[in-house]
């Protein structure tokens, strides 16, 4: 994994205030799976000392601040597969956990054509203390948790949830679900078959974006140098807004996945 600027706690801590969270929350620590389900653009949250980032708070009920009813769909299918879960706890506005870090899009300043006052003009040292505080603390946990599944003599398979608008920039998007790779098809070929056999759902195969372009930082550091078989999944964000679209496309997902998961072969 690509190794963090080694920043002392007291930067990392200097972002929170008194009784908020850290950086991300592990669901199902226990489980003997060797399935990773990692969010990483779950929650809206804003550190209470970076005041909302300049922004009215409607911003943050849209899709440039998270990935709406991602946190809710991970935490039902860790609990139908078994699986650990790890969920971010912050606003991707602050800092894009999917993102390479100095890349332009990591901490935008435009996002989706809105204005991010709380982003522009960040000294070195702010930007260190975000990737201290959230991007290093999420990202070497999950290695952390890749790890365990290793040290029981398991291949870890890794799967990263996300939701994608239904329009975008004009276009009205068909897709129900995408599923995302670049060089491992290991899964995503197995997965795009099952799903596809039903003929009720639209199935994107690397859409509503390719895998490679813009390229994740999480499949790409933890899926693709690794080693491990990843994919990553986007469903239409209308889908799963509300409690019963969760619960039907996490029976989806869980349905065609766990059949996927008994008949691939893994070292």
């Known amino acids: 994994m690509d190794r963090p600027y080694t920043a002392p706690d007291s930067i990392a801590r200097s972002l929170f205030s008194p009784g908020e969270p850290p950086a991300w929350e ?16 779950a929650s809206n949250r804003v550190p209470l000392k970076l005041g909302h980032l300049g922004l009215d708070l409607n911003v943050f009920g849209l899709h440039v601040a998270y ?27 602050v800092i894009d956990l999917n993102r390479h870090p100095g890349d ?79 060089r491992d098809h290991r899964l995503s070929t197995p997965l795009l078959e099952s799903l596809n056999t039903t003929r009720q759902y639209c199935v994107g195969d690397n859409e509503p974006y390719h895998a490679r372009n813009p390229v994740g930082y999480t499949m790409d ?20 807004g509300h409690d019963d679209g969760v619960a039907e496309w996490a029976g989806i997902i869980h349905t065609h996945l766990r059949q996927v998961l008994a008949r691939v072969t893994l070292p």
């Open 26 to 41: 592990e669901l199902n620590s226990d489980s003997p799976s060797p399935l990773l389900l990692v969010c990483d653009h």
């Open 104 to 182: 332009g899009s990591s901490i935008p300043e435009v996002s989706d054509s809105i204005e991010i006052p709380g982003n522009h003009a960040l000294t070195p040292e702010q930007i260190r203390q975000r990737e201290a505080a959230l991007f290093w603390p999420y990202h070497n946990r999950i290695e952390q948790i890749l790890g365990r599944i290793c040290s029981r003599g398991q291949t870890p398979i890794l799967c990263s949830i996300h939701s994608f608008t239904p329009v975008f920039r004009g276009f009205q998007r068909p897709w129900h679900i995408g599923v995302l790779w670049d």
């Open 221 to 240: 550091v933890h899926g693709e140098k690794n080693g491990y078989p990843h994919l990553l999944l986007e469903i239409r964000q209308d889908l799963i």
């Open 67 to 93: 990935d709406i009813g991602c946190e809710k769909l991970t935490r039902l299918l860790s609990q139908q597969f078994n699986a650990t879960a790890l969920l971010a706890h912050y606003s991707r506005l």
